[in-house]
Antibody, heavy 120, light 106 residues
Framework: QVTLQESGPALVKPTQTLTLTCSFSGFSLSSDGMRVSWVRQPPGKALEWLGRIDWDDERFYSTSLRTRLTISKGTSKNQVVLTMTNLDQADTGTYYC????????????WGQGTHVTVSS | DIQLTQSPPSLSASVGDTVRITCRAS??????LNWYQQKPGRAPKLLIF???SLQTGVPSRFSGYRSGSDFILTINNLQPEDFATYYC?????????FGQGTKLEI
């Protein structure tokens, strides 16, 4: 049974750094082709792909956010960590992690999402 | 980056109708195009992957196909639970961009 769950602070001040953790079970990120992505959604707006980490430890990022994002494997082999620097109110929204078994397959399992508010 | 343009942005329909949502890619790509359904307060749900493959457990009234640079999601015999927002996403090349969404309303 595949599950993913995001965790992290609900409130962050402007200019601070956000760290979110995606804890997953039921699959291995080391399996050939596997990938975990981060996606966010501002209130009332569309989904925005942030980045992903692949089974071979390759990372890819949104073009507009690449200077602020880092995706890494966590201390546990079943965790992926998203770090976003220099937060702004425009970064308020729900952040999801999702897994995909390969480029052909889409993201078939998602976490429930964690809402982050950027406010002083 | 590959840009995905969805149309229409919103759509009104009735139970039993057939609707089509289009996603146009800004450049040639393989058929690594996925469709998701999202309801308010919920995570997206994968409906279709690789343009036309139905995800396990998704009703057969959902289908997808490709016509050149256009990818089309068709929903036949609309059911009350189908009223939601639909997104396309390409997984052909990073960044794996999403379309802007289509809100399907009664």
């Amino acid at each position: 049974q595949v599950t993913l769950q995001e965790s992290g602070p609900a409130l962050v001040k402007p200019t601070q750094t956000l760290t979110l953790t995606c804890s997953f079970s039921g699959f291995s990120l080391s399996s050939d082709g596997m990938r975990v992505s981060w996606v966010r959604q501002p209130p009332g707006k569309a989904l925005e792909w942030l980045g992903r980490i692949d089974w071979d430890d390759e990372r890819f990022y949104s073009t507009s956010l690449r200077t602020r994002l880092t995706i890494s494997k966590g201390t546990s082999k079943n965790q992926v960590v998203l770090t976003m620097t220099n937060l702004d109110q425009a970064d308020t929204g729900t952040y999801y992690c999702a897994r995909s078994p390969g480029s052909r397959y889409g993201s078939d399992f998602w976490g429930q999402g964690t809402h982050v508010t950027v406010s002083s | 980056d590959i840009q995905l343009t969805q149309s229409p942005p919103s759509l009104s329909a009735s139970v039993g109708d057939t609707v089509r949502i289009t996603c146009r890619a800004s450049q040639t790509m393989r058929s690594f195009l996925n469709w998701y359904q999202q309801k308010p307060g919920r995570a997206p749900k994968l409906l279709i992957f690789a343009a036309s493959s139905l995800q396990t457990g998704v009703p057969s009234r959902f289908s997808g196909y490709r016509s050149g640079s256009d990818f089309i999601l068709t929903i036949n015999n609309l059911q009350p639970e189908d009223f939601a927002t639909y997104y396309c996403q390409q997984s052909y090349s990073a960044p794996n961009t999403f379309g802007q969404g289509t809100k399907l309303e009664i």
